[in-house]
Nanobody
């Protein structure tokens, strides 16, 4: 059974930092394309960061480049998102996503490229 459990969300002030974790069971993260998406109320889900090719390729949305870092710990089978210099506009529900290498690919930060989704963890940034 595939399970993805996000944690690490919370409330911080602008300029603060958080690290999100996505603990995975049922598959090996290093063999999958992995990503973080977010969705704010009234807005579409958007890709934030993704890691592909056994960790060799990383992609970031322009809005988070230089502030967020995606990584994975293969020994712990866990995906991370380090978020620094947080802004109020980063407030959203953050989701961990995974897709099988070789499945249909629509782009590194496109939701359709991923098939497994976690329940999300809330991030709230106050000004």
């Amino acid at each position: 059974e595939v399970q993805q459990v996000e944690s690490g969300g919370g409330s911080v002030q602008a300029g603060g930092s958080l690290r999100l974790s996505c603990a995975v069971s049922g598959y090996t993260v290093s063999r999958y394309r992995m990503g973080w998406f977010r969705q704010a109320p009234g807005k579409e889900r958007e890709g934030v960061a993704a890691i592909y090719n056994y960790g060799g390729s990383r992609y970031y949305a322009d809005s988070v480049k230089g502030r967020f870092t995606i990584s994975q710990d293969n020994a712990k089978n866990t995906l991370y998102l380090e978020m620094n210099s947080l802004k109020p506009e980063d407030s959203a529900m953050y989701y961990c996503a995974a897709g099988k290498n070789g499945d249909a690919w629509y782009g590194p930060l496109v939701a359709r490229s991923f098939v497994y989704w976690g329940q999300g963890t809330q991030v709230t940034v106050s000004s």
